[in-house]
């Protein structure tokens, strides 16, 4: 079956770094993506990766290696308005994005 | 990027009525738009693929006769909660991906439902 892993919960301090891994298993495989949730809203896109390697933008930073079937998101210089969930999801084979269960990242002053 | 615009944003409903939930790409023709339920401090839960002119594919599970999906045209999916009840009341999104470009899902604001 298709799977994908993430860390139920994490705790980082402001102003600090915090690393979020996701691990897949699916049929076929057509980009990574990460995406913040808070609360009551409606997810928003962080990045995309499909090659291996590190894609940076701003404060953000993704990196994949397709062969380990692996991802993690990086946060620096943590804000308290990071505290939300992060998710991980990959498209298959068929285009269909398959979503892991998020991380609850939780922000402390 | 592209907008996909969700309404209503909340709604109660009493039990045993129906709710339709619109969907709409706003900039982009979507063939295909998804529907997910999300339980509080749960992942997102695949509902149904909503095909353009086509039935939609339902997740094992849901009840497709309960969770009506129609997309008539290449901007607009909705979903019908018919007979609701309290249980299901959740947070429902949709999204849509721009056809034969590999881009991120654009999601929906989501509906806030509340059945009671």
């Known amino acids: 079956g298709q799977n994908i892993d993430q860390p139920t919960e994490m705790t980082a301090t402001e102003g600090a770094i915090v690393q979020i891994n996701c691990t897949y298993q699916t049929s076929g495989f057509n980009g990574l993506f990460w995406y913040q949730q808070h609360a009551g809203e409606a997810p928003t896109f962080l990045s995309y990766n499909v090659l291996d390697g590190l894609e940076e933008k701003g404060r953000f930073s993704s990196f994949l290696s397709r062969s380990k079937g692996y991802s993690y998101l990086l946060l620096k210089e943590l804000q308290m308005k990071d505290s939300a969930s992060y998710l991980c999801?990959?498209?298959?084979?068929?285009?269909?994005?398959?979503w892991g269960a998020g991380t609850k990242l939780i922000i402390k002053p | 990027g592209a907008v996909v615009s969700q309404h209503p944003s909340w709604v109660i409903c009493k039990s045993g009525t129906s709710v339709k939930i619109e969907c709409r790409s706003l900039?982009?023709?979507?063939?295909?738009m998804f529907w997910y339920r999300q339980f509080p401090k749960q992942s997102l839960m695949l509902m149904a693929t909503?095909?353009?002119?086509?039935?939609?594919?339902?997740e094992q599970g849901v009840e497709k006769d309960k969770f009506l999906i129609n997309h008539a045209s290449l901007t607009l999916s909705t979903l019908t909660v018919t007979s609701a009840h309290p249980e299901d009341s959740s947070f429902y999104i949709c999204s849509a991906i721009e056809p034969d470009m590999n881009t991120e899902a654009f999601f929906g604001q989501g509906t806030r439902l509340t059945v009671v």
């Open positions: 909503s095909n353009e002119g086509s039935k939609a594919t339902y």
């Open positions: 999801a990959v498209k298959d084979s068929n285009y269909q994005l398959i």
């Open positions: 900039d982009f023709q979507a063939t295909t």
